[in-house]
């Protein structure tokens, strides 16, 4: 029989390996829309911002979920 805590802590880490990798992305999202911004590249700013966006949408979609 698996132990609980056991499984409670692979849940746990999994879901902080989760959580890391789409704030990763979110910072390069926002990074790469900045960088449109100053180059003025509206057309990549813009995009950027919008997949942000939907991407913090998403993780506060999760978060309500979890809780």
């Known amino acids: 029989?698996?132990?609980?805590?056991?499984?409670?802590?692979?849940?746990?880490?999994?879901?902080?390996?989760?959580?890391?990798?789409?704030?990763?992305?979110q910072i390069f999202?926002?990074?790469v829309a900045v960088e449109g911004f100053l180059?003025?590249?509206?057309?990549?700013?813009?995009?950027?911002t919008a997949i942000s966006g939907v991407l913090a949408g998403s993780v506060l979609l999760f978060y309500r979920y979890l809780r």
Request: glycine letters at 2%; a negative charge.
């Open 1 to 25: 029989m698996p132990n609980p805590v056991r499984k409670q802590l692979e849940l746990d880490s999994a879901l902080l390996v989760y959580v890391i990798l789409l704030l990763s992305l």
């Open 39 to 48: 180059e003025g590249d509206a057309v990549l700013a813009w995009s950027a």
């Open 29 to 31: 999202l926002i990074t």
